[in-house]
C-alpha cells in the first residue's frame, strides 16, 4: 500500500469490500473473470481520488465507496474490452483475460461491469452523478473508437492525440473527482476544480504511460513493451521524433506505425530518446502535474489534500 492508499485505509478497504459484493453472479464464469481482474491488484487510483476527494470536502455519508465502485467497474470493463479490440496477452505481469478466457467472455463481462456500475449509479440516486458519469462513459467509447480510427496514421498531430487521451483516459479521472465533490455538496468553484484536476491528472497519467512504452522495464510495467506500436498507435514521444528525427529516421518510424509492426522496436525506441520525444513528453506531463496542483488550492489544507497532491506526483515519477 502506498502512502497516500493509507490516509484513506478504512474507506479503501470498505471499497475492497464491496467490490467483492457487488461482483456477485448466478453466473459462476462472470464471478471468475471478475475476481480474477481484480486479483490482479492495481493501485486502484481512480476509487481512490474519490475518497479522498470526498473526504477532503468534508463528506460524512457513505455514498462515496459507491462511487468508488463504480469508477472501478467501468475502469476495469473498459480494459476488458481494450484488451480484446488490441489483441493483448499480458497486463499486470499475468494473462489478460481473453488469453485465459477468450475474446467472447471478456467482451461480454466487460458488459456485465458497464450494467452493474450503472444499476450502481441509479441507488445513489443523484440525478448530477448519473448525467455525469453516463456523460463520461460515452466519451470513453468514443475516444477508444477514435484512437482505432487513428491507428496506423504517421500524419496523426499532437493535437488529435490529445483529445484522444483527454477521452479515453483523463474523462474517467475527472469523473471520480467532479462526481466526489457533487456528492460532497462542493460549490460550482470546488467542482470545476477537482474535475480539471482530474482531467491533468489522468492526462499526465497517460502521457507517463505512453513514455514508458519506449523506455520502461516489462517484468515492472507488468505487460509487453512496444505494444503501442505494434497496434499503429502513434503516441506521443512517437509524433515528437516524427517532427524532429533526421528524414531517414522518421521514414522508419512511419512504416513501423502503418504497418503495426514493432520488430525493429529497439531502434525505434533509440530514435524516440535521441529526439528527445521522451523528454518532450515527460515535460508535458510533468506541466500537467503542476496545473493539476494549482486546482487543489480551491481546498483546505490536510492529510487529504496533501494525498492528492502526491497521487498527481505519482503519477509523473511512477516507472510501472
Not at 468534508?58 to 455514498?63: H, I, V
Not at 496523426?156 to 484522444?164: F, I
Request: glycine residues 6%; aromatic residues 6%; negative net charge.
Amino acid at each position: 500500500m502506498l502512502p497516500f492508499h493509507r490516509v484513506a485505509a478504512d474507506d479503501f478497504q470498505a471499497v475492497n469490500d464491496l467490490i467483492i459484493r457487488q461482483l456477485y453472479s448466478e453466473v459462476p464464469l462472470v464471478e471468475n473473470i471478475g475476481h480474477y481482474l481484480i486479483e490482479a491488484g492495481g493501485k486502484r487510483l481512480r476509487p481512490l481520488l474519490v475518497l479522498l476527494v470526498a473526504k477532503a470536502l468534508g463528506y460524512q455519508d457513505k455514498q462515496h465507496l459507491d462511487l468508488a465502485v463504480i469508477i472501478e467497474f467501468i475502469h476495469t470493463a473498459t480494459l476488458l474490452h481494450d484488451d480484446v479490440v488490441d489483441t493483448s496477452t499480458l497486463r499486470r505481469g499475468r494473462p489478460t483475460a481473453n488469453a485465459e478466457w477468450g475474446n467472447a467472455p471478456s467482451v461480454l463481462v466487460g458488459d456485465f461491469l458497464y450494467s452493474r456500475a450503472f444499476q450502481m449509479m441509479v441507488a445513489i440516486a443523484d440525478m448530477e452523478v448519473m448525467t455525469l458519469l453516463s456523460e463520461a462513459t460515452n466519451t470513453i467509447a468514443e475516444g477508444e473508437v477514435q484512437q482505432l480510427v487513428n491507428a496506423r496514421d504517421a500524419s496523426l498531430g499532437e493535437a488529435d492525440y490529445r483529445r484522444v487521451i483527454e477521452k479515453k483516459t483523463a474523462v474517467l479521472f475527472a469523473a471520480a473527482c467532479e462526481g466526489a465533490a457533487v456528492l460532497a455538496g462542493a460549490n460550482e468553484t470546488q467542482r470545476q476544480a477537482m474535475r480539471h484536476y482530474g482531467l491533468q491528472v489522468g492526462t499526465a497519467f497517460q502521457l507517463v504511460d505512453d513514455a514508458l512504452d519506449y523506455q520502461g522495464d516489462a517484468a515492472d510495467l507488468g505487460k509487453n513493451l512496444g505494444d503501442d506500436l505494434a497496434e499503429g498507435k502513434p503516441t506521443l514521444p512517437l509524433i515528437h521524433a516524427m517532427r524532429n528525427a533526421p528524414a531517414d529516421d522518421r521514414k522508419l518510424i512511419q512504416k513501423a506505425i502503418e504497418n503495426a509492426d514493432a520488430s525493429q522496436l529497439q531502434q525505434i525506441a533509440a530514435i524516440v530518446n535521441t529526439s528527445g520525444g521522451i523528454e518532450y513528453t515527460l515535460a508535458e506531463a510533468s506541466r500537467a502535474v503542476t496545473a493539476a496542483e494549482q486546482h487543489l488550492e480551491v481546498l483546505e489544507a490536510g492529510p487529504y489534500r496533501q494525498a492528492l497532491i502526491d497521487i498527481a506526483r505519482f503519477a509523473l515519477e511512477r516507472q510501472h
